[in-house]
């Protein structure tokens, strides 16, 4: 029989780092999203043990996702 994925899976944290993307299409600054400093345009958000990072372009809406990377790994 064959088990669910576990939460150590890869499966897991790509499930909804996917689903967290997407969604910054309809709403590009969600709760909890913070701005990098230094930056004019780049974000960031959380999801689990990953961050996020994007930069918004309000004259055109566009967000383009920079990198997405464990939180330890985010900003080297």
Known sequence: MNAPPRKTSTFFPLKFTIAAIRALGNNP???????????????????????????ITDAVWIVRVNRVRHRREAYR
């Open 29 to 55: 600054r969600p709760a909890g999203c913070r701005k990098l400093a230094g930056s004019k345009n780049d974000w960031r958000i959380r999801v689990g043990d990953y961050r996020v990072i994007y930069e």
